[in-house]
């Protein structure tokens, strides 16, 4: 049973929420963005026994770090269904779609994203969910970071200049800044878990 306070904090980060919402076998990871969930997923992208689906490589493909096969053809199957692209409204059914497809597989599912809990009801999530608690801060920060350092290694290496790293910084400063409204919807969805 979920801990009837639990509510994201803007600057302490909290243990993480574990929660099994049905008996399917997926292990879904969610949270705001720089919460640490692709580090979290990382330890099962590793193991070759886990099939681990990044839900940013669906459609924009925005994640090519954790691009894979699996993701490629989920993406070609959600493209020949859906080829009108629209995140807020068809999410659940997209979600569907990757959940069919992986629980066909004989590795362990693992699911993970932001869209989640910004795009779905907790009733549709399939298997047992983990909701990354770090702070709204300190995700913000880590998010800005890692933004700033991978400019900054292709500024040294010359496939940008100092100009667009500047730029570039600037534009993802205010996007992450503009995201921390999401942190609403993050406690939105964990107070609907409480009445599941």
């Not at 640490?36 to 026994?49: E, L, M, N, V, W």
């Not at 080829?83 to 362990?108: A, G, M, S």
């Not at 809990?117 to 800005?144: A, E």
Request: aromatic share 12%.
């Amino acid at each position: 049973m979920i801990n009837m306070k639990a509510k994201l904090s803007f600057f302490k980060d909290k243990e993480d929420l574990n929660i099994k919402i049905t008996n399917d076998r997926i292990l879904n990871i969610t949270g705001m963005v720089g919460s640490g969930k692709s580090t979290y997923a990382d330890k099962y992208r590793k193991d070759k026994r886990y099939l681990v689906i990044s839900l940013d490589c669906l459609y924009k493909g925005i994640d090519n770090d954790n691009m894979n096969e699996d993701t490629m053809k989920i993406n070609e199957i959600i493209l020949s269904k859906y080829p009108i692209q629209d995140n807020e409204h068809d999410y659940k059914k997209y979600y569907d779609i990757v959940c069919d497809y992986i629980l066909k597989d004989k590795r362990k599912p693992v699911i993970e994203g932001q869209q989640i809990y910004r795009f779905m009801n907790p009733i549709d999530v399939r298997g047992r969910l983990i909701i990354k608690m770090t702070s709204v801060f300190h995700s913000w920060y880590r998010c800005l970071r890692r933004q700033t350092l991978q400019n900054l290694a292709k500024y040294k290496d010359g496939s940008i200049t100092k100009k667009y790293m500047i730029s570039n910084d600037w534009y993802w400063y205010k996007r992450r800044t503009m995201q921390i409204k999401y942190s609403k919807i993050m406690n939105n969805f964990i107070k609907n878990i409480k009445n599941i």
